[in-house]
């Protein structure tokens, strides 16, 4: 999702819903991306890790309410 940033106009934030078994924070998850991405524009400024994503019945992740959880 694109966050407004008062410099860039926009940056990254990622939510991200790790594997069963599987735990991650969220530094170690923009490193692995800064290996991974490109640095100028790919990688997430900000990633939150959560348990689930909001999910309606339709089965698509619920992209509404990811932003109403940043205020946007």
């Known amino acids: 999702m694109g966050l407004p940033d ?7 934030k990622a939510f991200v819903v ?5 735990t991650a924070s969220s530094e170690e998850l923009i490193a692995h991306c800064n290996e991974k991405l490109s640095r100028y524009y790919m990688v997430p400024k900000f990633v939150e890790v959560l348990s689930e994503l909001p999910n309606p019945t339709s089965g698509k992740v619920d992209d509404p309410s990811l932003r109403r959880r940043e205020r946007l």
């Open 18 to 22: 790790c594997r069963a078994g599987i």
């Open 6 to 12: 008062e410099m860039l106009g926009q940056v990254i």
